[in-house]
């Protein structure tokens, strides 16, 4: 049976992390908006370039963008034994989308997966959270720096590049976008039963087991 989840949480929570490890172990894609906009802004596509000034500002991009590109790639075949969505739904008329998609196609989505973290913790990950240029692999120079401290450990001549939308004004504007318009996803999915709520913090290794755990799949 596929596991159709979506992993919510304010900027820096780790929800990217865990999605990609809990992605890699049911062998399902996982499904980055952010990822998918900046692979489109690299390869200059024009949707994606439209929302940049957007992304740049820490400012969500409008609901119909974003759900016609969450839509197109639910319409892949690699999708068919689920999925793990890491930053999509972001508001609800995003979440009452997914649900009408999946509907459609006779699913459902599983679990709806909130993870928390005190807010100043949330601002020191993010000014220390770098990525590799080449592969977007995610580090933290504070927590999970790269072997020589600069560059990717899978690609040694990429010197790690910090988010252009990491920087501290960028990150408070994300923040308040999130309190105030994801936030409000948290209650939405409890109503309909479908909440996990899982502490991020801690070693990564304990929070993709609480993961794990209220996802009732093994670890
Ligand atoms: P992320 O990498 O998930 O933090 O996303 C980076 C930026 O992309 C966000 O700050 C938004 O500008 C935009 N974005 C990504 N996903 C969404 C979404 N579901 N709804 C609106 N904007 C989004």
Redesign the pocket.
């Known amino acids: 049976m596929g596991l159709n989840v979506v992993m919510m949480g304010p ?1 820096g929570a780790g929800k ?1 992390t865990q999605a990609a490890r809990l992605a890699r172990q049911r062998g399902v894609p996982k499904i ?4 998918m ?2 692979d489109g802004i690299r390869d200059g596509n024009s949707v994606a370039l439209e ?1 940049k000034a ?2 740049d500002m ?6 119909r963008t ?1 759900i016609a590109i ?1 839509q197109e790639r639910l319409s892949r075949s690699d999708t068919a034994h689920g999925f793990v969505l ?6 609800v008329p ?1 979440a009452e989308a997914l649900d009408a998609m999946l509907d459609a196609r006779g699913q459902k989505l599983d679990a709806a997966v909130a993870m928390s973290v005190p807010e100043d913790e949330l601002v020191r990950r993010l000014s220390a959270r770098r990525e590799c240029p080449v592969c977007q692999r995610a580090y933290n120079l504070e927590t999970a720096a790269p072997r020589d401290g600069r560059h990717c450990d899978d690609h040694p001549s990429a010197e790690l590049v910090q ?1 252009a ?1 990491d920087s501290e004004s960028t990150v408070r504007r ?1 923040l308040e ?1 999130y309190w105030s318009k994801t936030a409000p996803l948290i209650g939405w999915y409890r109503e309909s039963g479908r909440l996990r709520e899982v502490p991020g913090l801690g070693p990564l290794d304990d929070v993709y087991r609480s993961l794990t755990q209220a996802l009732g799949c093994r670890a």
């Open positions: 900027p990217g980055s908006t952010g990822d906009l900046r929302a957007l992304m820490g400012q969500l991009v409008d609901d974003m969450v890491d930053g999509f739904p972001r508001t995003q988010r939308d994300r976008q």
